[in-house]
């Protein structure tokens, strides 16, 4: 039997198209847009004015407080503008224009493609380093890494969990790092495991990707503390919560931490970004994107420089098919649908899906039947039909009770209520309404 | 790029799952049933099931439109399925217009009254059926015999059901095992060859129907088990306390209307509680409750009744038994 977390999920068709495509490096673009905010956290002050020269790797905003990341230019070039553009989630963000030149990295950057697997660091030095390269969490939530591997006072860490699940359907950007820059991830791993000063790794990978189960497997022999799980393949195992509970059985208490069960989980593509920033000098200002859909003539795993936009991927795996409806940034269950093909690529875009308009419209909402398959599928034990009725009548406090701050909007039961109904919307709303509550009491 | 992109929020797939796709699964479960009741009661099985499944539909379609103004919405299948369960719980013989007012009362005060699929707290097709139960006692209770094409359409040859056999037997003072010579085998009421309801009677054709039920996960089996599992348990106690007085467990599955009450009526979405844990208490009650309309009511048979008052139960019983929320039991900070 596989290990899977024991409550609720469903099993969405996962059209891994672009699972066999080897990475490409995507051809620059002739302007990038790096918006300053790319994680969760305050935004960062530019220190570059319009005009300036830039290199690929410079320092271009630094991450003031602790949480708080860094921002590089991915690029070579001329700033030509500094302005509010469009992010994914379709607010404006303050971001750096740059008109893309000769690619000429900063000289302290290793471009060399040798594996260096010896390092002499210590603890905090890594955490420096990893800081200093503004490596936030690539599986999407983007939260600045530093901050996840500086374990706080009076807890302790004793298992470091990767994440190689990737339960998205269609996104095959993990899974094709996990299968060609294997030996880079496990320095990584080892990275973070002297961080945290932990003894003990292991990278827990759904049973469809058996090839980078085996190639990591392989690698990990001669690796004392590091092993690969695999996983049965289940929708939201990629989450912490669920990822922890299906690797260890151990549960993380309502409104607590991974670090409160004594884990801390990082997505491979954090992982590969601190081998690059410790034993490369690298900045984190490129990632693999997977670029799919059911028309999409060529679905691709590319690398990309951070703030290149969407249309130029597009245009690389064969042009945007006629028939497209909706462009979701991330996987079909918590991507976000973009407005505009200019929206720059950051850290945290693990995909870009291309949704023909028969799959982006939504169908009639019909009358809830009460079947209970929200409350069977939810990962999280709790009641979405409820919520979704509390959260339309206004009911903020007893949304509250029935403990709607423990979504973590995974989406499983919009996925598969019968009645079409909006279940995971009105859940979010009323998760704003109980912020507010919150809020208003602290005052 | 002018194009123009569809923006809403995540998820951006849906499942394969519909309303109308559950209820036409429900209504092909139900073909083994019907197929059987036809073999058994001929014509008037055929003639039932049309007029109660039209008349339902019919009605439904006419409130929605005429009185709550609102598009109707009969094609999502839940009419459909009112209308066969309808039919099943009533008596192949019975005169067509004892149907439709059935009918008429289960869609009409059991289903719209409430205002629809979704709002009804009690089972639609049961409060139809109890309404002619109790108002045409003569009509509901003449049971024609298993003749197939040859039952007659009126002055059909009629007889008890076998729970009636065993209720008029106790009240004449008489004792179960001698009674059983009346009865047909339990091979023979398993298969459905008894005097009864027309889609009651074939305990096999229904379990057929739960099994596809289950494995095409349209309903979880939790509720039919646990009835199931109560009425043997209960009844088994009460045979083997006193096996003069009470008949054989297996007996009380394979008659009246628990395999079909259990399955399709207790199993209803809308009636019936949300949670796991929920409806486990929901079938224990029903399994219950029907035993002792059996052995101790004045009525031979209590399925109806178990489930109307267990569906009274529900709202309760969703606020009392919650799903177990991931990470609650670990205290934090």
């Not at chain 1, 790794?201 to 990707?209: F, R």
């Not at chain 1, 709607?404 to 598969?416: A, K, L, P, R």
């Amino acid at each position: 039997m596989l290990k899977t977390f024991a409550k609720g999920g469903v099993h969405p068709p996962e059209n891994k198209l672009s699972a066999s495509r080897p990475i490409e490096s995507l051809p620059l673009p002739q302007t990038v847009s790096i918006p300053l905010s790319q994680h969760i956290g305050a935004p960062p002050a530019p220190l570059v004015q319009k005009n300036d020269q830039v290199k690929t790797g410079q320092l271009i905003a630094r991450g003031e407080g602790f949480v708080s990341a860094s921002i590089h230019s991915s690029v070579t070039g001329k700033v030509v503008k500094l302005e509010e553009v469009m992010d994914a989630g379709g607010y404006r963000r303050p971001a750096v224009t740059i008109q893309v030149g000769e690619d000429e990295w900063m000289p302290e950057i290793d471009t060399s493609p040798g594996l260096i697997k010896e390092f002499d660091l210590s603890g905090k030095d890594i955490i420096e380093k990893v800081k200093e390269a503004g490596i936030v969490g690539m599986g999407g939530a983007t939260f600045p890494s530093h901050v996840k591997m500086s374990v706080p006072r009076g807890k302790k860490a004793e298992l470091l969990i990767i994440n190689g699940v990737e339960c998205e359907p269609w996104l095959t950007s993990d899974h094709r790092l996990m299968l060609e820059k294997g030996e880079e991830l496990l320095v990584g791993i080892r990275l973070i495991m002297k961080a945290l000063q932990v003894e003990k790794a292991l990278i827990g990978i759904e049973n469809n990707k058996p090839d980078a189960i085996e190639h990591l497997s392989g690698l990990c022999l001669g690796e004392k503390g590091i092993s690969v799980v695999p996983l049965k393949v289940k929708y939201p195992q990629g989450g912490e919560k669920q990822l922890i509970k299906a690797l260890t059985a151990r549960e993380v208490p309502s409104g607590g931490l991974p670090i409160d069960v004594a884990t801390v989980v990082h997505n491979v593509g954090t992982a590969f970004a601190v081998y690059e920033a410790v034993q490369k000098k690298k900045p984190l200002i490129e990632r693999v994107v997977t670029v799919t859909g059911p028309s999409v003539k060529k679905p691709c795993n590319f690398l990309v420089r951070t703030g290149t936009p969407v249309s130029h991927l597009i245009e690389a795996a064969g042009g945007l098919p006629d028939d497209t409806g909706k462009i979701v940034s991330g996987g079909p269950m918590m991507g976000k649908a973009l407005n505009s093909l200019q929206v720059p690529v950051t850290k945290g875009t693990s995909g870009i899906l291309i949704l023909p308009e028969s799959m982006s419209v939504r169908k009639p909402v019909l009358p809830c039947i009460r079947c209970s398959r929200c409350i069977f599928v939810c990962p999280m034990g709790l009641e979405p039909y409820l919520l979704m009725t509390l959260s339309e009548k206004k009911m903020t406090e007893k949304m509250e009770k029935e403990h709607v701050m423990d979504c973590i909007e995974c989406g499983s039961c919009s996925y598969i209520c019968p009645s079409n109904r909006p279940l995971l919307d009105y859940i979010r709303l009323g998760k704003a309404q109980v912020n507010q509550l919150i809020r208003s009491r602290k005052k | 790029m002018d194009k123009l992109l569809r923006v809403s929020y995540s998820p951006h797939i849906h499942g394969e799952n519909s309303v109308p796709r559950l209820m036409w699964g429900v209504i092909a479960s139900l073909v083994p049933a019907f197929v059987l009741s036809v073999l058994y009661f001929g014509l008037g099985a055929i003639l039932v099931t049309a007029t109660s499944v039209l008349s339902c539909v019919l009605f439904e379609y006419l409130i929605q439109r005429f009185i709550m103004k609102v598009p109707p919405t009969v094609n999502d299948g839940s009419a459909v399925v009112t209308g066969v369960l309808l039919a099943f719980c009533l008596p192949a013989t019975i005169p067509l217009w004892l149907v439709a007012l059935g009918a008429l009362v289960a869609i009409g005060v059991g289903k719209m009254s409430f205002g629809g699929l979704g709002s009804n707290p009690f089972n639609p097709a049961l409060v139809g059926r109890v309404f002619l139960f109790i108002s045409f006692p003569v009509q509901l209770t003449s049971w024609p015999l298993p003749m197939g094409f040859k039952t007659k359409l009126v002055d059909a040859a009629t007889g008890a059901t076998p729970l009636g056999v065993i209720k008029e037997g106790l009240l004449n003072n008489q004792q179960v095992p001698p009674l059983m010579d009346d009865i047909p085998s339990h091979m023979q009421l398993f298969y459905g060859n008894m005097n009864g309801s027309m889609g009651e009677v074939a305990a096999m054709a229904l379990l057929l129907g739960f099994i596809y039920m289950v494995v095409k996960k349209i309903i979880p089996p939790v509720i039919p088990l646990t009835i199931l599992g109560t009425v043997f348990v209960f009844t088994g106690i009460l045979w083997l306390a006193n096996p003069e007085s009470n008949a054989d467990p297996l007996f009380h599955l394979l008659t009246g209307g628990v395999m079909l009450g259990a399955i399709y009526m207790a199993t209803d979405y809308v009636t019936s509680p949300m949670t796991k844990k929920g409806m486990v208490v929901f079938g224990v009650g029903i399994g219950v409750i029907t035993v002792l309309i059996r052995r101790f009511g004045s009525y031979p048979e209590g399925v109806q009744f178990a489930i109307l008052i267990m569906n009274a139960f529900v709202p309760l019983i969703n606020s009392w038994f919650k799903p177990k929320r991931f990470g609650e039991e670990v205290q934090h900070g």
